[in-house]
């Protein structure tokens, strides 16, 4: 890797990292060996059987948990959970029930903007792009799951941060939703085209439908076992695609890869 690349230089760099969990007596290795580089802006997926580390590897990309073996830098700095550059979103959203849906964006976003017309003006943009603009004064307990899992992404995206870590967003959302879910969050990235994303899915076709390139893990200790490039044509849109042979021909590679 040329080190005078700029753009790697400003994303994420991971080498020779191994990760073990210690349970009782029994020691799990959870990874094994990982190198990876993904440029400022790229988004990529991380697939893989159950089990087989991808959220020990969201964790340690996010700060949540020490690397204990191995080296991983974003931006050329070691994560830390408190980095101000990092935004973090779960498969349940953790929304705050007592704040409504703008104030739920409004927590993070306060933090970094002193201006409160910008502010509220932000979260109108955001609940916009979610297709929440009539919503912004409900609170969680007053939405849908899927409706949750929008103001979560909108307030993800609200910092504008230079790394997203999504861990399965959309596992807990019906097929339908999940597309138009699927279309928002590209939308929402494209928007900011510095920001990087690395995503964990189950779903192969979310993989390929969102992804510049798919990392696929072999099963416990996770290994990267193949790097495939997605290189369908953006703008893209999810529900468009599913009528792609292109978009079909790689979620069947990436079965094949999965050996599954
Ligand atoms: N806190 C922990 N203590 C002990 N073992 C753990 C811990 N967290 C995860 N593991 C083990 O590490 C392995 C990898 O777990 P991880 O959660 O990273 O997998 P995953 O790929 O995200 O799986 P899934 O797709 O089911 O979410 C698993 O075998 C799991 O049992
Ligand atoms: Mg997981």
Request: net charge negative.
């Amino acid at each position: 890797m040329p080190l005078a690349d700029p753009a790697l230089g400003g994303g994420i760099r991971v080498r020779k990292l191994s990760h073990d969990y210690q349970r009782d007596e029994q020691r799990i290795e959870a990874l094994s060996d990982v190198n990876l580089d993904i440029p400022v802006g790229e988004f990529v997926a991380l697939v893989g059987t159950s089990g087989c580390g991808k959220t020990t590897l969201l964790d340690i990309l996010s700060g949540l948990l020490e690397s204990l073996q191995g080296e991983v830098l974003l931006a050329g700095e070691p994560p830390s959970a408190g980095r101000p550059d990092t935004a973090r979103m779960f498969a349940r959203d953790a929304l705050m029930p007592w704040r409504t849906a703008a104030q739920n964006i409004d927590f993070a976003l306060a933090t970094r903007v002193q201006d409160t017309d910008q502010r509220a003006q932000r979260i109108q943009q955001l609940l916009d792009a979610v297709g929440l603009e009539e919503f912004a004064d409900a609170y969680p307990g007053q939405l849908s799951q899927g409706m949750r899992q929008r103001v979560a992404l909108a307030r993800t995206f609200s910092l504008q941060s230079k790394f997203v870590m999504l861990d399965e967003p959309f596992g807990a959302v019906d097929a339908m939703t999940k597309i138009s879910l699927q279309d928002q969050l590209v939308e929402l990235w494209e928007q900011t085209p510095s920001t990087t994303v690395v995503l964990v899915t189950h779903d192969l076709g979310e993989a390929v439908a969102l992804s510049d390139r798919v990392i696929v893990m072999s099963p416990r200790p996770g290994r990267i076992v193949a790097d495939v490039p997605i290189d369908l044509p953006r703008p893209r849109s999810v529900k468009a695609l599913q009528s792609v042979s292109e978009f079909h021909k790689l979620v069947a590679q990436l079965w094949d890869e999965l050996g599954a």
